[in-house]
Structure formats: C-alpha cells, structure tokens
C-alpha cells in the first residue's frame, strides 16, 4: 500500500480578458478498486459565480464552473491524499503469467464474446467501451498492424502486454510531436508523441480486435522507490489504456509509455473512451483572446508509507 499527497496546479492567462466563462474540471479521483481518496481541496481563482458537481458520463468527477466577471488570469489548484493499493492480481502477474487463473485469463476470442453478451451497462461495463470514439476512432492501418500481437486463442493478458510493449519498443515519446487534437492514426504514423498518442492507439488496436479498451487519466508518483528508474509522464497529468479482461479480472491497466502494468505507482483519475471524456480542463468562454496555459503536478509519497 502507497499513500500519496497529489497537487495539480493549472493556470491560464489570456492575452486580453475575457468574458462569461464556463469550464469543466475532472480532478477529484472517481472511486477505482484499490484506490482511497483523502481531503480533496479544490482552490480556484478569481471564485467562480457557481460549482455544479457532476458524475459520469463513464467514471468520472466533473466540476462545472461558470466566470461572470472579466477574467485575465485563473488559477485552479487541487490537492488530495490518496491511498493505493498494489492489486493483488498485478501483484501475481509480476511473478508470472502462470500464477494466474487461467495462465492469464480468458483468450482474445472468449472476450470478445463476453463483451458482446453483456448487459452491463454501466460505466464499469465492457458495453461502452467497444467501439470507436471521436478521438479514438478505427484506423484500418492500426488494426492491422495489431494483429499478430492480439491472436484470436492468446491469452487476454498476454496479448495486452504484447501491444503495450509493441508500442513502448516502436515508438519514441517526443513531447512536440504531436497536440492533443492529434489524431491516434497520424501519431501512429510518425511513431512519435506522448502518453496520450500512445494510450490512443493501444485502444484503437485493442477495439478493432473486439477487445473493450478505455482512456484512462491519471498521475504517476515523482519520486521512484528506491532500485527503481523514474517512470515518464511523472511530474505531469499521465495517461494508459486499460483493457476489459472478462468478468473475472475486470479492468487491467496497461501504461504503454513505460512498458509497465498500472501499479501502485499509477494514481487513477478517471476513465472514458478517449482523452475528450476525462480532460482535466475544457470550457468556452466569449472572446477572441489567446491563452498561455502552465501545468504543474506533484506526486509525493507521505513517508512511512
């Protein structure tokens, strides 16, 4: 078990003020197995005219927030203590895919199957996770490269991590490669960008196979245990994929960035079908200004934990 203190600072500044803005904010942890929230604080700056506190669409916490007054500079601060506990079934995988049921789960096939006959819908279900998004959507030329790694009779498991280090080993994390508009298809094709290129394609290849696949946002811990090299995406919001793998092992992260399973290093946020379900900060306001937009994040273990 980890115990976490989490601060994610975003400020904005305009060229010139704007007018009446709205903004979403999906910062406070949805509730994730293995996961326990602690004194969530949310500090924004100039308050707003009013805070609507939303759930869904998919596992997420949405903030809505509305600006009456001019508006130059907003500065929107959360903090949070987070307990995360090592899953037992990564724990398992790390000492090997046969100490698992059923060698690694059900195979790509028998998942597919499963997700098609379920009537789970809800955000935790397979169901809403199966076909393309707006920012995710099929690409013929990612399916096809997947497919020797996703056989229909491989192991889920197995086949998940065989993508994740697919991508991992073939592609070159390169923070001015790509935007957050890039679509997963040209990011595959330069095989360049960022966590959010890479957990896209991963779920594009993973749907085109019949395999649920979802966005997830999140953080990585800045300081790694000692022995440990420091992951990438720490210091920053991150983003994986996480595979559905049948009812019995229900919901895998996979972190192709770093070629790793989410563990207890991998704080959870929120869950959707691609980056625009789970944005840490979208809105509209009235103007024609142009923005500067800073991140700072901070992931620190509580010592003694």
């Known amino acids: 078990m980890m115990l976490y203190d989490v601060r994610h ?25 293995g996961q326990v929230l602690d004194r969530f604080t949310l500090t924004i700056d100039p308050p707003p005219a009013s805070i609507q506190e939303e759930t869904g669409p998919y596992l ?8 009456r007054r001019p508006l130059s500079r907003l500065r929107i601060e959360s903090r949070f203590r987070v307990e995360v506990s090592e899953p037992g079934l990564i724990a398992a995988m790390y000492g090997g895919l046969a100490d698992l049921p059923g060698a690694g789960g059900p195979s790509v096939a028998d998942v597919r199957e499963r997700a098609m006959r379920s009537r789970d819908l809800s955000a935790m279900g397979p169901a809403g996770y199966l076909y393309p998004s707006q920012m995710a959507p099929h690409s013929a030329e990612i399916a096809t490269w997947a497919a020797p790694l996703l056989p229909a009779q491989q192991g889920v498991v197995a086949a998940g991590q065989a993508l994740m280090q697919a991508i991992h080993d073939e592609f070159t994390y390169d923070g001015s490669a790509t935007t957050a508009d890039t679509p997963p298809e040209a990011a595959f094709r330069a095989r360049h960008g960022v966590c959010q290129d890479f957990a896209h394609v991963m779920i594009v290849a993973a749907r085109a196979h019949g395999i649920p696949a979802a966005y997830v946002s999140g953080y990585l811990r800045t300081i790694p245990p000692p022995g440990r090299p420091r992951l990438v995406g720490a210091d920053a919001t991150h983003a994986w994929a996480a595979l559905w793998c049948g009812d019995e092992l229900g919901w ?32 509209v306001f009235h103007g024609g200004a142009g923005q500067t937009m800073t991140v700072a994040v901070d992931v620190v273990p509580v010592e003694g934990s």
């Open 60 to 67: 997420v916490n949405r903030s809505r927030l509305m600006i």
């Open 252 to 283: 895998i992260g996979f972190d192709p960035t770093n070629a790793t399973l989410a563990r207890s290093d991998h704080i959870f946020t929120a869950m959707g079908r691609d980056y625009a379900d789970v944005a840490p900060l979208d809105g």
């Open 9 to 33: 600072l975003t400020t904005v500044v305009y060229d010139s003020p704007v007018q009446l803005a709205r903004f979403n904010l999906r910062l406070r942890p949805a509730p994730w197995p």
